[in-house]
């Protein structure tokens, strides 16, 4: 009896490497198709509520934060650039009043950032460096 051992058919592979890129394919289109619309009623919450938030006095607009595609159909963000004269620390009370009285909530600090939360969404004021040309502080809200 002789043992010859069976040859790995290429075309089998092949056709399992194509059927494996299809269905990876699929799932990935899949997601942002039956997740896009969900996304895009998350993002357009998150510009309602940032719109609902007032701008610190003597704070000029620089650049507007708007992020969201159903191709990342996970991730928005709503949110603006200014600058100002006013100190980190009469922005940071500014904001801290402001947000707790439409219900977002002070979850972190540090020198130049604070964290707050409301549900699912999160809002960051940032400070100082590191933000577009011209501004002084930024506030996003991001889900």
Not at 57 to 85: C, E, Q, R, T
Not at 90 to 104: K, M, T
Request: aromatic share 12%; glycine share 6%.
């Amino acid at each position: 009896m002789s043992s010859m051992a069976t040859p790995i058919s290429a075309t089998g592979t092949h056709w399992r490497w194509v059927f494996l890129v299809l269905l990876m394919l699929g799932i990935f289109v899949g997601d942002r198709v039956l997740n896009g619309k969900n996304g895009e009623v998350h993002h357009q919450r998150l510009e309602q509520e940032f719109r609902r938030i007032p701008v610190p006095p003597n704070s000029k607009l620089i650049a507007n934060i708007d992020a969201f595609s159903v191709w990342n159909s996970h991730k928005a963000s709503a949110g603006a650039a200014y600058a100002s004269s006013q100190s980190y620390s009469d922005i940071r009370n500014f904001y801290d009043r402001e947000l707790e009285s439409l219900g977002w909530r002070l979850l972190d600090t540090n020198l130049s950032t604070a964290t707050y939360s409301k549900g699912e969404f999160s809002a960051h004021l940032r400070y100082g460096e590191n933000l577009p040309t011209g501004a002084d502080y930024v506030l996003s809200l991001d889900w």
